[in-house]
């Protein structure tokens, strides 16, 4: 099984400053790497799959990138939607495998 | 406008059985592999089951492999996920998400989720 871990598990960011959240594979997971949105009480929400391709209608300001083993969720200034839970999940082996996520919170 | 739409969800005993519809509207549901995630409270994500869109072959976490059976009725554009042997590990939101290819992909469309809780 590939072990995705992300860093840090929380990141405390203030309004308009960057955040860089990181997601590690325990094996490459060549591109095949997604990046999901989570808000309390919602379901998840694509945001990046093929670890760098934007999902349709997502802002700009949101990037990914990295291959093989390392990657990385960037968002370029933090607006108050973008505060909410972020996990990565691998879909180029079985069993498919979520990161642990990365909590966002308000500085 | 892609919609899915678990329902099944409730309280049950341990041991004791539950299945899991999803309805899916707004795309080709037979064109698409779907999948069944779950998430404990409090808890992360985790990955449950997957179909083809042909529906064959199942895939399953080890964690409900044996106990747990998906299939789909590409009639009824609905996606299932039996559920029998239940244990308390097993309480959590279960979402239905599509996948964006025919076999496999991303989780590029999710459901609300319905909630199984199992308790005595």
């Known amino acids: 099984e590939i072990v995705m871990t992300q860093s840090p598990a929380t990141l405390s960011v203030s309004p308009g400053e960057g955040a860089t959240l990181s997601c590690r594979a325990s094996?490459?997971?060549?591109?095949?790497l997604a990046w999901y949105q989570q808000k309390p009480g919602q379901a998840p929400r694509l945001l990046i799959y093929?670890?760098?391709t934007r999902a349709t209608g997502l802002p700009a300001r949101f990037s990914g990138s990295g291959s093989g083993t390392e990657f990385t969720l960037t968002i370029s200034s933090l607006q108050s939607e973008d505060f909410a839970v972020y996990y990565c999940q691998q879909y180029n082996n079985w069993p498919l495998t979520f990161g642990g996520g990365t909590k966002v919170d308000i500085k | 406008e892609v919609q899915l739409v678990e329902s099944g969800g409730g309280l049950v005993q341990p041991g004791e059985s539950l299945r899991l519809s999803c309805v899916a509207s707004g795309f080709t549901f037979s064109s698409y592999a779907m999948g069944w995630v779950r998430q404990a409270p409090g808890k992360g994500l985790e990955w449950v089951s997957a179909l083809t869109g042909g529906g064959f072959p199942p895939s399953y976490a080890d964690s409900v492999k044996g106990r747990f059976t998906i299939s789909r009725d590409n009639s009824k554009n609905t996606l299932y996920l039996q559920m029998n042997g239940l244990r308390a590990e097993d309480t959590a939101v279960y979402y239905c998400a599509r996948r964006s290819g025919t076999t496999s992909g991303h989780f590029d469309y999710w459901g609300r989720g319905t909630l199984v809780t199992v308790s005595s």
């Open positions: 094996q490459s997971v060549s591109s095949s």
């Open positions: 093929g670890a760098s």
